[in-house]
């Protein structure tokens, strides 16, 4: 049935193409999806507290073999963990640590993670900074 048309469903999917592969590109990656397991982990028990995990301030200890490719994606680490903020700190150990606190800033009513620095775009109040930013690009 690999050659069925019938539905994509049934279709196989394309090999990739060699000259396509990335190491550094699949490392990065690979220290950013070891990151958001611990995370993830630590995220449990805040959600457990009846906390959401947009509010949440994660500190990350990092080992040595991940903290190159972690800080070339700090300003980004937030989004791929579902939370307001990401702190990054170095640690000896071979393992990541995870600190997990509740959010002290404003929470943006567009997105809702949380901000120690909210914006105001025309009408709209408590903005984080890229929301207010998409606002302004919109012309609102």
């Given at each position: 049935r690999a050659d069925?048309?019938?539905?994509?469903?049934?279709?196989?999917?394309?090999?990739?193409?060699?000259?396509?592969?990335?190491?550094?590109?699949?490392?990065?990656?690979?220290?950013?999806?070891?990151?958001r397991a611990a995370v993830t982990q630590e995220l449990e028990a805040f959600r457990a507290?009846?906390?959401?995990?947009?509010?949440?301030?994660?500190?990350?200890?990092?080992?040595?073999?991940h903290r190159e490719a972690l800080k070339a994606s700090a300003d980004r680490l937030h989004d791929y963990f579902i939370v307001s903020s990401v702190a990054l700190e170095e640690t000896d150990g071979e393992e990541f640590t995870v600190t997990v606190a509740e959010h002290t800033g404003t929470k943006c009513p567009r997105c809702w993670k949380?901000?120690?620095?909210?914006?105001?775009?025309?009408?709209?109040?408590?903005?984080?900074?890229?929301?207010?930013?998409?606002l302004r690009e919109m012309g609102l």
């Open positions: 069925d048309r019938s539905s994509i469903h049934l279709s196989p999917l394309p090999e990739p193409a060699p000259e396509r592969e990335d190491a550094a590109l699949e490392e990065k990656f690979d220290a950013i999806l070891a990151a507290q009846k906390h959401r995990t947009l509010d949440a301030a994660v500190t990350l200890g990092v080992p040595a073999a949380r901000d120690h620095a909210p914006e105001t775009v025309g009408e709209h109040e408590g903005l984080c900074p890229r929301c207010a930013a998409v």
